[in-house]
């Protein structure tokens, strides 16, 4: 070999020496860490919340230490205000966010989600023995206990209803029993943990409206593999049975696709 292939060479060397090396993807560092870094609110229960002894629980929670660990890591739980749960991705707070983060286009658009893991639809409420309530046109006339900026609020009063504010779910369902209020427009999921709780409630749901909400697991764009890896771990619980036992325990039901 020539000196001048010699020393050439030996530039082409030092020159891929110098190179960063390539990104680590999420994923990796993950694994590396051996550690899921889930951001949560902690107080919106029964997804995420304190129980009595201060220990973090609910749906959302048992969700996110199944999904880690069929990653085969660790789940770590970060709690912020849900206006600022988000923007902790952004500034790579944590790798996740698990706390029902509904999937919109406006989300999608700088976000990446898992495959939906619950879906909620808008339902009707009513005592369990009134039967002249079997769809949300039959509200007309009627009084809804409703919290009046909601979503569900604006669609009770498109339908007809005579809106009775409240300050959510729980005071709305109290007007119901206490023939205060015909029927409230809620959420199911809000319905099926409140009949878990109470399984005695004089209350049914009269009508579901087939629009359906999904919630999935947010994180940065861009990162394939933990796509991937999630949709997986999503699917082996799944699978094995463990979304079940947890759906069973918070909702008495699979709210996986109703």
Known sequence: MTKTRTILLAGIIAALSALPAAAQSRL??????????????????????????????GFDVEIGRAVAEKIGVKAEFLEGKWDGLIAGVDANRYDVVINQVGITDARKAK????????TSKAVVIVRADDDSIKSLS????KKSAQSLTSNFGQMAAKAGAELVGTDGFDQSITLVLQRRADATVNDSLSFYDFKTKKPDAPVKIAA????????????????????AALDKALADIKTDGTYAKISQKYFGTDVSAQ
């Not at 976000?111 to 619950?118: G, N």
């Not at 039959?138 to 006339?141: E, P």
């Not at 579901?208 to 593999?225: C, N, V, W």
């Open 138 to 141: 039959d509200l007309k006339g």
């Open 208 to 227: 579901t409206q087939d629009a359906a909400e999904q919630s999935g697991i947010l994180f940065r764009k861009g990162e394939p593999a933990l796509k």
């Open 28 to 57: 990796d560092s993950i694994k590396s860490a051996g550690v899921l870094k889930i951001g949560t609110e902690g107080t919106y229960a029964p997804f995420s919340f304190h129980d009595q002894k201060n220990d973090l629980v």
């Open 111 to 118: 976000y990446d989600f898992s495959e939906p893991y619950t």
